[in-house]
């Protein structure tokens, strides 16, 4: 067991996950943590609700207790989805006896009802508690919406982040951000990990599709501004002097339509010619999500913004070569040759794709540096530990 003394962990997370079903973002990220702790032999507590955006889950009839009853799910039956996230439900009901035996509280996202109440009860019950944002307070999420965010940090927001034991961001340009907003806030950066063992599985995996393809992975989100890369890849299928090898390379925008975006894409990819080149698979997950990953030229995330992207941790695992905006807080990846970090224009996203799948030798050296990225900084035990030593640092 990591440390000398067991702690009593309670994690909020504000939407639905299951041992069984792990879904993408923050509830992937948060119960791959709470899980690496309770194998680590700390108790934890992991409360969550029955939906995820506007999805709404059946109780699972399974898999409540798990790492030998260490790791305990606590579901919210009436908590709902709505235009300001997660509503409260029950929340404060379930969290009660919870509260009492935790040693600290650990509250996963912001900025919703449900992540308010978190805070709330926890400095009620005059517990520690640790504010994870995944991402909701990079500069590019509070510009959507902003009005609204701004008004809920300065009437209740920014109060609950400074008495906060640490505010725990995914990357150093984010806390950047906060402490230039608000110095008072406890910044601390440590970011998402990942079971570098979920990538030691079969080896050779089937191409998915028999083409080289370039890839997106995550939700069809208005956000990830995907017409970036519609449009860049436009401008290199319309190339005169692209390489015979890969005149047939796809677009590969691989992930759940959870917004109802994809039409608004399909309409867009006709209008430019591509219905035949620009594939959308859907949401994948385990080993088909693996075989996208497996065998693409490289990994492109165009996004306004970003706290510290799993779909990017999972590529740089897999060796893959990764073009991001400068919205992804990744500046690392540029620094340690693991891929570029690009302005948010068609062309140069174009640029960056036509050298991606046309020099083998770069792209080599971007894989072996990608690899190394993930294993210096982004395993799930790593990161782990270093959340436990912020914990421990906090209860002393």
Request: aromatic letters at 8%; hydrophobic letters at 45%; a positive charge.
């Amino acid at each position: 067991m990591w440390g000398r003394t067991a702690m009593h962990i309670l994690h909020i997370c504000p939407s639905f996950v299951h041992p069984d079903r792990r879904l993408s973002g923050v509830s992937k990220a948060a119960f791959d943590l709470a899980e690496a702790m309770a194998k680590q032999g700390h108790q934890v507590d992991f409360v969550a609700p029955l939906v995820e955006l506007k999805k709404s889950y059946a109780m699972p009839k399974a898999g409540f207790e798990t790492i030998g009853g260490r790791l305990r799910l606590h579901y919210c039956t009436d908590a709902r989805y709505s235009r300001f996230g997660t509503t409260t439900g029950n929340l404060g009901a379930i969290m009660a006896p919870l509260l009492v035996r935790c040693d600290i509280v650990h509250v996963h996202a912001f900025l919703s009802p449900w992540t308010h109440k978190a805070c709330q009860l926890a400095k009620a019950a005059r517990k520690a508690y640790v504010i994870q944002p995944h991402g909701k307070l990079s500069a590019g999420m509070l510009a959507n919406r902003a009005r609204m965010k701004k008004a809920y940090l300065r009437l209740f927001g920014q109060s609950l982040l400074r008495q906060a034991s640490a505010v725990s961001v995914l990357a150093q340009p984010i806390a950047d951000f906060v402490r230039d907003w608000d110095p008072k806030i406890p910044v601390w950066v440590c970011p998402n990990g990942l079971d570098p063992k979920s990538f030691q599985g079969e080896m050779v995996l089937k191409r998915p599709i028999e083409e080289p393809y370039l890839l997106y992975l995550g939700m069809l989100d208005p956000r990830k501004r995907l017409d970036i890369l519609i449009d860049a890849f436009a401008l290199l299928k319309q190339s005169p002097d692209l390489s015979p090898d890969f005149q047939s390379v796809k677009l590969a925008l691989v992930g759940g339509d959870d917004y109802a975006f994809k039409k608004e894409l399909e309409l867009r990819i006709q209008q430019l010619g591509l219905s035949d080149e620009i594939v959308m698979p859907g949401h994948v997950a385990g080993d088909d999500k693996f075989r996208w990953l497996s065998h693409a030229e490289a990994f492109c995330l165009s996004s306004d913004g970003e706290g510290l992207s799993i779909a990017m941790i999972e590529a740089l695992a897999s060796g893959l070569p990764c073009l991001l905006s400068k919205g992804c807080n990744a500046s690392i990846v540029a620094e340690q040759e693991a891929g570029l970090v690009l302005d948010s224009t068609p062309k140069e996203w174009e640029k960056a794709m036509r050298q991606a799948i046309s020099d083998p030798i770069l792209k080599a050296h971007r894989s072996k540096n990608a690899i190394r990225l993930f294993e210096e900084n982004y395993t799930l035990q790593s990161v782990a530990e270093r959340m436990l030593g912020k914990y421990e640092a906090i209860l002393q």
